[in-house]
């Protein structure tokens, strides 16, 4: 069974003035099973930052549903939302999302915190992620002390620190410069190789050059996808960028 199973997914929103109805989401259809490296491409507005929204149980489709290890969300009850995200999700923003009056390492453990971990496990938790991360010299700093790339290191380990079944990033590079954003791309294909499932939402070429998988949607519709196969990163590269190319001139129906 696939890890992650989107079914059918639709969204539509009502305008507050007017009544007016706009779809963000027509029919999407994908599967992500585990240990996948998948990236979803496409302009703005073409619906996925709806996309992950939905798929981190943070909105709600009109119809259609979404299954992640076999369980649909829609069965959990909005009470219960919050500790099934913090227990099967984890999440890496473009902006870091970090607390600025907490240290690095309790923002790493902030999750663990909320999950009434006892304070010895959380430290055998974070010792080997903040080591793998190259961290583990900053943990005592804040986030207004450390770099962009750093601070993104350091999301990245609250992302893993309770072993999520997904990893959902969203634009993770996007606020970062390049020897920071080839830095964290490494790290993503190291954890994926290591059996972490990722779903990468980026507007980068370069960042979805790394994914084993990238999925491209338009108009609220998944429309083509590329498998990397034993393509280098390089050759992934230019066939994204010709793909892009092709869809920027109206070209490729849905598949």
Known sequence: MSLLQVRNLKKIYTTRFGGNQVQALCDVNFTVERGEYVAIMGESG???TTLLNILA?????????????????AQIPDSQMSTYRRNNLGFVFQD?????????????????VLSNKRYEDMIKLLVPIAERLHIAELLEKYPYEVSGGQKQRAAVARALITNPKLVLADE???????KATDSLLHVFESINR???????????TRAASHAGRVLFIRDGIVIHQLYKGTLSNEEMYQRISDTLTVLSTGGISRE
Do not use: C, R
Not at 65 to 73: Q, R
Not at 96 to 105: A, G, H, I, P, V
Not at 194 to 204: A, C, F, R
């Open 46 to 48: 073409s619906g996925k």
């Open 57 to 73: 149980a943070l909105d709600k489709p009109t119809s259609g549903e979404v299954l992640l290890d076999g369980k649909s969300t």
């Open 96 to 112: 870091f999302n970090l607390l600025d009056t907490f240290s690095l390492k309790d923002n790493i453990l902030l999750p663990l």
């Open 172 to 178: 993770p590079t996007g606020a970062l410069d390049s």
């Open 194 to 204: 290591e059996g972490q499932t990722i779903l990468m939402v980026t507007h980068s």
